[in-house]
Structures are given as C-alpha cells and as structure tokens.
C-alpha cells in the first residue's frame, strides 16, 4: 500500500479526523504568541506566580490580596520553575490548555452523542474567536474551559456507571475548577440540579442521587479553607464591571464568534433545528442547564446585589453552546447542506480573525514591554526614578523592568516629594500625570515623550523654567 494510501485509510476512520482538527486549533493557538506584551491582567499573573514566590507565598497572597483561587497561579509557577520565565512560556500553558479543550470537547461531544456531533464540537471550538483569545492570554480562562469539559465528561460517566473511580475524578476535578476560578461553582450548581431532575425522573436510583450529594458535601469539606476567602469577597462592592444589561445573553454570543455576522445566522439557524428536531435526550437538558445557569444566577447577583458578570467569566457556558449548535447541524438531514453551512462557517471565522479582525497584525493590548524597553535604552536618560501609580508600580518594576535587569528604582506619585528629591538629574512619569502634581509641571522641563499602545511615558529635566 502506498503512503498516499495510508493516509486515504487513516482518514476514513472518522474518529481520526480530530487530528487534522486539532492541528488547526493548535497553529491558531499557538501562532503569534509574543507579538503584544503583556498587558496588566497577565502581568499580575506573571508576578504572583514568579518561579521565585513560594507556593505558601502564592496562595497566602491570594487569600489576603488578590482574591482570586489560587490553582492556577501555583501551576503557573510551576510550569515558570521547570520551563523559565518569559512571556513565551507564560502563554504557552494558555495555549496549551486550550488546544486540550478542543480535543475535550470533541470527547465531550462523542460520549454524549455522536463522534458526529464530536467533530463538529471540535471543528467549531478549533476557530472559536473567544477560545483562540483566551488561549493567548495569561489567565485562568482556557483552563476552565477545559476542565468544565472534562467535569460535565466525568458527571455522564456516573450517570451511565455509578462506580467510585468516576465519582473520585469527578471530586477531584471538582476541586481543580473551584480552587482555579468561582464560576465553577455554576457549573456544579448546574450538574447538580440535572441530577436531581434525573432521579425525578426516575433515570437514576435514590442511591446514585446520595452518592452524588456525598461526593458534592465532600468537595466542600476540602474547600473550607478557602472559605473565608470567598466571605471577605462577597463583602467587596466594587468588582470593576457593570451592571448588565438585560440582553446581555444576545450580545455576548455574538462577542462569542467575534462579533461576526455569518457564524451568528448559521449559529441561529443552527439552535432553531435543535429545538426543532434534536432536543429530546437527557444530555439536552444537561448542556441546557449548563448554558443558563452560569448565565442567569451572577447576572440576577449583579442586579441585586453586586455586579460579578464580565463575558470572560462565562467560558464555562461554551462547551454547553457547542453542544447544542453542533447537535443542530448534525440533526439537519440534507448532508450536502450541512457540509456547505460548516464550511461557510469556518472560512468566515478564518476571514474574520485574519482580514476583518486582523488579530495576529493588530496591536490591541497595553504594550508594558515596548514601554519599558524604549525607557531603559533611551540613550539620553541617566536618571534612576520613574514614577507610576500606586497600582502599576509592582507590575512593571516586578517583571519587564528586572528581566530587563535594568537598575532604575520605581517610586509612586503618592510617596513621593518632587520638592526633595535631590538623587537624579532626569526622571521618568509613566501615564497621566495626576492633576495635583502642579509643582512637577511648573518646575521641570519636557525633554522626551515616549507613546506606545495604551499607555506613555515623559522624561523631566530639573532645570527650572525660565
């Protein structure tokens, strides 16, 4: 048999066209990784999980400072010890994770369904402008879509085998979704009521439904230390968001394909032959749950209470979305048509994210590296100050500043004199420059203006006006 032969076999096994797939996902993922710095957001992940930090000092720092679970900052640390830190590698482990939730939802897909439906979760997942974003970004995000696959893959498994190694995985994976981000508590709150339908329903056994609430009471015994962490959040009433709007549903799917209007028709479509001719299984339901309630309970939060929905969070509600598309156009009987809808809709998401979007070319984030390096190599400077607000002094003094190994101290507006500071014939002001420093701007003289994407520098002179 020739190679080309080979390769015709392998392929007709449809399970083997994940691969091709996958492939896709990764080359999206991985391409352009470095082209922007950093920004501000990642930053503080590159800082807290610094391979120098102790895994006591991370997680003592989340507790008392950062507020969020600390998982994902310790196996960020850990990968930074065994790979080096940089930004390569920093959005390495995103891309990474995301790649592996694509071939997670394609297993998600196929245990629920159909290996059919499984490509098609896979296909469409693999150029999903969200998940390739996230899968960029040095945060917790793509790593919860991963496991919110992986969790909902493990809870039919007890369905289908109420055996103690699926509920130990289910528990354990359990606690990697809660201890990495709190939106994985929607995502249990929604398995479990899907659970408690099924045993209404009579799907399930009284004893299955126990086994599940004791496996649920146990995760929770291992999250109280983290306990008093989540009481002191819920005390904060400011969580840099907004208040939704009540179409917020609308506008976040359409953020979710990259605001693009020809995955948004076939998508509809798509959900419209769904509830037409293919919700009737018992997984329906659960992707339906799975979509709604991280959905609708912190967006009820936020209107009461305190705003804590931000379209980031909500990752967790793809897999469900994928689901229910992908069992749409799987249920769409002309084949011919469905090929043609697919197709369209990965050459218009391709289209989208290279030539409409052109997010491997545009420069989108705040540039803190470009910053930092046009400051330190500025062949005119031979100060040692800049001055920054309270808020970015450990972000860029922290990461750019010291991999620049650069020896320029970094004070604050708020700690410092201009009167009696005597150390430096020239200094350094990154960003606005707060309205009450009017002696900075009546005593110094403008020398060099540095802009870069989203933020700038100005270097001051001490000579006096005249």
């Not at 970004?137 to 696959?149: G, P």
């Not at 970015?392 to 970094?410: A, D, G, P």
């Amino acid at each position: 048999m020739s190679n080309s032969e080979h390769v015709i076999s392998f392929f007709r096994k449809k399970a083997n066209l994940i691969w091709p797939i996958v492939l896709i996902a990764s080359v999206l993922r991985l391409y352009g990784l470095t082209n922007e710095s950093l920004w501000i957001d990642e930053l503080v992940s590159a800082v807290i999980a610094d391979p120098k930090n102790t895994l006591g000092f991370i997680t003592e720092f989340c507790f008392r400072e950062d507020g969020n679970p600390p998982l994902y900052y310790l196996i960020l640390n850990l990968w930074f010890n065994l790979f080096g830190y940089s930004d390569f590698n920093a959005r390495l482990l995103s891309a990474l994770f995301g790649i592996l939730g694509v071939f997670s939802v394609y297993s998600l897909g196929r245990k629920a369904y159909t290996i059919n439906v499984g490509l098609i979760c896979a296909l469409l997942s693999s150029i999903n402008f969200f998940l390739i974003y996230y899968a960029q970004e040095v945060r917790v995000y793509s790593m919860l879509f991963l496991f919110t696959c992986v969790l909902s893959s493990l809870l039919i498994d007890i369905y289908r085998f109420a055996r103690f190694k699926n509920y130990f995985l289910y528990g354990l994976c359990s606690l990697i979704i809660v201890y990495s981000h709190y939106y994985g508590f929607f995502v249990l709150i929604a398995h479990f009521v899907w659970i408690l339908v099924q045993w209404q329903l009579k799907k399930i056994d009284r004893k299955v439904l126990f086994e599940f609430w004791g496996t649920l009471i146990i995760i929770g015994v291992f999250y109280l230390p983290w306990v008093l962490a989540v009481i002191r959040l819920s005390t904060i009433d400011d969580y840099f968001t907004y208040t939704p709007r009540i179409t917020f549903i609308f506008d976040y799917i359409y953020k979710y394909w990259g605001k693009n209007p020809v995955a948004l028709i076939i998508m509809i479509f798509s959900i419209f032959v769904f509830f037409r001719r293919a919700a009737k299984k018992s997984y329906d339901l659960l992707f339906g749950l799975l979509f709604f309630i991280p959905l609708l309970l912190p967006f009820i939060r936020s209107v009461i209470v305190t705003p804590i929905l931000e379209i980031r969070y909500t990752i967790v509600v793809l897999p469900a979305l994928l689901m229910i598309i992908s069992r749409g156009l799987n249920a769409i009987n002309k084949k011919r048509l469905k090929t043609v809808l697919m197709l369209v809709w990965v050459l218009a998401s391709i289209l989208n994210i290279s030539f409409v979007k052109k997010y491997y070319l545009n420069i989108e984030k705040t540039q803190w590296r470009e910053l930092a390096y046009e400051v330190s190599n500025f062949h005119g400077f031979n100060g040692e100050i800049i001055y920054v607000s309270k808020a970015q002094r450990n972000i860029l003094h922290s990461y750019y500043l010291k991999k620049i190994n650069t020896e320029i101290n970094v004070l604050t507006y708020e700690d410092i004199d201009f009167e009696g500071v005597t150390d430096s014939e020239a200094f350094w002001t990154l960003g606005p420059i707060p309205s009450d420093m009017k002696y900075l701007k009546d005593h110094f003289n403008l020398i060099k203006v540095i802009e870069v994407k989203g933020i700038g520098a100005k270097l001051f002179t001490r000579a006096k006006k005249l």
